[in-house]
Each structure stands twice: as C-alpha cells, then as structure tokens.
C-alpha cells in the first residue's frame, strides 16, 4: 500500500478570496506532495510499508521520516478543517461542548485564534478533544511545532490550522493575524469537526 495524496475537498480555487488557488497551487501541490513522496520513499521496501498513515505517525521514532509522515497527516486534515462558505456557527453537541470547555463559540474563536497567532513556531494550531478529561476539560487548545501533532499524545484532533509561513505567505506577507482571522470567519468548517467529534464520542462510549 502506498501512502496517497488526498484529492483536496474542494475546487483549488474554492478558499479565494481568504486562501487564493495560487497559495493552493504550492501548498496542496508541492508541500504537501513532498511530503507524501517522502513517506513513501522512506517505507518502501521497510517493514513499515503497507501500514496505515496514523498508525505511522503514533509509532516513527523521531526523524525525518516521522517528520514527513507527521506532515502529510497534518496536511490531509487542514484541507479538510476548511470548507467554501465555512465560518458560520456549530450546532449540536460540539456547540454544546464548546460552551462548556470555553464559555462559547465568539470565546472559542478568540481563544484559538490568539494560540495560532501566538505559536512563535512553524507550527499548527488544533482543537483537540480529550477523551480522558471530563466535561468542560473535554475540549482544548493545542499549539504544535514543526510536524508535531496531538495524535502522538492520544489526543483526537477536531480542526487545525497551519501557521507555517507557506500557508499564508503569499496572500498575507508577514500578516498571520489576518490570515488566521479569515480562517476562524469564513473557512472553519464546522461539519467536519461535529462528526469528528461525534465519533470520537461514540468510539469512547463504545
Ligand atoms: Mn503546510
């Protein structure tokens, strides 16, 4: 099995004017599938090849090749954290679950959007859900550096934002506030973290 590509969720141009298809062009089309070749290249012929991506990710030892897989894994979910026409508002249980671990969604909003405006790395900025916490402690705010992702410390990731520079470089120069800005208004794709959030809850009752 090789470790593959995503197709991106969207037209390459479907995040403009927030993210443009010329940032798309070289974040999906070479970062990323740099990443992805780099994996690959790295398992062939190891007894790593044919194992999944996250089960990669939670075992490498640290190096590049967890670095590469660590990427690909951070990258195939930003894609998927945004969405054309996304921002707006949660509903259901992870609207509820954000009231409760953050006093609201606008107190979300801010809260994460000072932890990836502050993250002095290149890094990602998450939401994560905490199985083992209970209640308000549930939902949490997680900046990484590099490749680091919260999956390596038994975390399920709900949204990320890259604050790598060649995530908003081109459109926004030095700018990360309004970058991250744009994201949390107009792109948080809130489909995708309820159902993320809810089979992280049905997998834990379960
Ligand atoms: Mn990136």
Known sequence: ??????????????LAPHISERTIS???GKHHASYVRAVNNGIADTPDEG????????SL???GLFNAAAQTWNHNFYWQSMSPGGGGEPSGDLA?????????????????????????AS?????????????????????????????????????VI???????????????PAYVDA?????????????SYSAALNTRSG
């Open 61 to 63: 030892p640290a190096g």
């Open 162 to 176: 890259d604050v790598w520079e060649h995530a908003y470089y081109l459109d926004y120069q030095n700018a990360r």
């Open 96 to 120: 509820a679950a954000l009231e409760a671990s953050f006093g609201g969604v606008d107190a979300f909003r801010a809260d994460f959007a000072a932890g990836a405006v502050g993250n002095f």
């Open 51 to 58: 194992r999944a991506l996250d089960d990669l990710v939670c």
């Open 26 to 28: 070289f974040h999906y």
């Open 123 to 159: 890094g990602w900025g998450w939401l994560v859900f905490d199985a083992a916490a209970a209640g308000a402690g549930s939902l949490r705010i997680v900046q990484t550096d590099d490749a680091q992702t919260p999956l390596t410390d038994g975390l399920t990731p709900l949204l």
């Open 1 to 14: 099995m090789t470790i593959l590509l995503p197709d991106l969720p969207y037209a390459p141009d479907g």
């Open 183 to 195: 994201f949390v208004e107009h792109l948080i794709n809130w489909e995708f973290a309820s159902a």
